[in-house]
C-alpha cells in the first residue's frame, strides 16, 4: 500500500525530508544546526515554522531551497532525490520550482527596486516591465521604482524581496520571517499576498516569530536545538 | 525603460557605474598592464631592427672576388642576387690603374652608386651622384676621395686607361679614412665602357645571425666554384652575438615585467569577483543558471580588458616614443602589430581573473555565501 502510494508521483507528499542534519565545523567545535529532522510537506500546504532564535529555521529553510546541502539526510521535492541533481539541474529547479523571501532580504545593491524584480522574471523567463511594476504597487511601493536598495528603508527591501520572490508565482514559497520589519498595515498586505497565493494552490514554509502570522498556516512546527520539538494543526485546534 | 533593456550587458554595465572605484580600479590595473606589455613590445621590435640598421652601417659582412687580373662572371650578380635573397644589399665593384694628366696612377672603380650609398652609408660624402641624371657626351660624374684630390687640377679632368682618355667632373667628395680616400669611384657602366672590364668584386651585406650567414657563405662558395667568397668574420660573429645578447637581456625583462603585471591584475580583478559572491549567490537564488552568472562576471572582464588594451596601447606607445627619444635618440614609430597582442593578453588575463573565482564559488553553496563570510 505504502510503496503504491509513494510511487505515483502525484499522490506522493510534496516535499519530504529525511534525518536532516547540518552540521558547521567551526574552531569552537562543531555545530549542529538541525538534528534529524523528519518532516513531510503536502502539496498545497502553508506551514509556519517556528522556534528560538539559532533553533536552526533558516538552516532548515535554505536546505530546503537547495541553497545549502545536509551533512547527513534526504530531501524530495516532487519525487526528485535533491541531492541527485546536478549543478545545472539543481539550478533549473530553483528557477522553476521556488521562490525565496530572505531573512537579510538580500536584494542586488545596484539595482533599483524595479530591477530587482526583473531580475527574478529575467532568471525565470524573460521580463515583463509591467507585471513588475503592478507587483511592485502591491506591496504599496509603486512610487519608489527607480530607488536602490540603500535608499530604501528595512521594511520597503523587506517588500521589494516580498514582491520579487512572488513576481513568478513559484511553487513553493520559501519566506524567512517575511513580516519581521514590517508595520501592521503592511503586514497585513503580506499576509493577503501569502492567503491568496495559499488559497491557488502554492505550498508555502514560512519561518516566524510572530503567533498572529503562524496562526494563518495550516500546520506550525517548532524547532528547538535543531530538533522538531512540536508540531500543531490549525485545523485541530482552531476548528473543534 | 523598456523591457527590452534588460539584459546581461544591461546588469554589468549597472554593476560597473554602481562600483566606480573598483571598476576603475580593475581598468587602471589593465591599462598599466596593456601599456607596459605595448611599451616593451614596441622598444623590443624597434630596437631590433634599429641594432640590425645601426650594424649594417659597418658595411658588408662577405666578400666575392673573381681570381687575380680577371673579371666575374657576367651573371654572377643575377646568382649571388637569387641566393642571398632581397634582404642582402649587394655593391659590385671594378677596379682599374688610370695616368692622370700628369702622368700619376691613379685607382679607378666602377660601382652601383646606389647600392653602395645603401650599403656604406657610415660614408663621408659630400653629395652621392646621380647615376642616372649621366647625359651622354657630357663628363662623366665621379666621386672622388678626399687623398685622391690632390693629384687633380680642377673638377674637370680627364683620365687615360689603356690609351682611351675619358672627361671627368668631380660630382662629390668622399672620406673614409681608408683605402677609398685615395680612389676616384665612377658609375659602373661608364667604367665598362671605358675599360672593357666588368666587375671583379661583389661585396655583400647580409642580414641575420652568425649561423645564418655562414650558411650563406657554404652556398655562395657551393655555386661560384671559380670565385673567391670570403667572410668579413669578425663582424659577423660579433654582430650576431651582440644582437643575439641584447635580444634575449630584452625578452627576459618583457616576460618578467609581463609576469609581475601581470599577477597585479589577477590580484586586483579576483578580489573585484570575490567581494560580489553575495551577488552570485542571490542570483543563484532567483534561479539564474551557472552559465548566466558566469557571463556576467565575464563580460564585466572583458569590457575592462577592451577599455584598458585600448588606453594601454595608446600609452604604451607614447612611453616607447618617449624612451625612445630621451635615451637612444631614435625614433620608435607605434607598432601595430602590438594591439592585437596586447588586447590577446589583456582578455586572456581577465578572463583567467575572472574565470577562476567563478570555478571557487560554484563549488561553494550559496547558503553559505549569503551569510558574507
Ligand atoms: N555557516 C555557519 N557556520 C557556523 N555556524 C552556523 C552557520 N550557519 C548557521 N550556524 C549556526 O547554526 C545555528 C542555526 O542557525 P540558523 O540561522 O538556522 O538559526 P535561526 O533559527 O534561523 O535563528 P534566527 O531566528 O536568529 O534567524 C546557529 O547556532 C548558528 O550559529
Ligand atoms: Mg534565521
Redesign the interface.
Known sequence: MATILQSAVGSEALIHLHGLTREYASRAGAVRALDQVTLTIERGEWVAVMGPSGSGKSTLVNILGCLDQPTHGSVRIAGTDVHQLSRQELDRFRAETIGFIFQQFHLIPYLTALENILLAQYFHSMTDEDEARRALASVGLGDRATHLPSQLSGGEQQRVCIARALINQPPILLADEPTGNLDAANQEIVQEHLRTLHRAGHTIVMVTHDPEMASLADRTVELHHGRIAAERRADLTAQK | ???TQ??LGF?VR??M???RVRSLAALLALTVSAAVATTLLTLYVSLNRQLHQQFRAFGANIVLTAPDGSTLPSETLATVRAIAGSESRIVPFAYAVAQTADGAPIVVAGTDFNAARAMDSWWQVSRWPNAAAATPGSPVAAMVGTRAQGFLHGDDFPLTYNGHTLALHTEATLRTGAAEDSRIFIPLAAFTAWTGQSASTLEIQAPGSAAQVEDLLHRLRAALPGVQVHAVRQLVESEGRIVDRTRSLMLSSLVLIALTVGICVLATLTASVLERR??F??????????H?VALLFLLEAALLALAGAAAGYLLGSLCAFGIGAWNFHATIPPLWQAAPAVLLLNLFVALLAAGLPMRIL?TM????L?RGE
Open positions: 525603460m523598456k523591457r534588460f539584459s546588469i549597472r554593476s557605474v554602481h562600483r553575495r551577488d549567490a542571490i542570483m543563484k537564488a532567483l534561479g539564474s543558471t551557472q548566466q560554484r553553496e550559496p547558503a553559505t549569503l
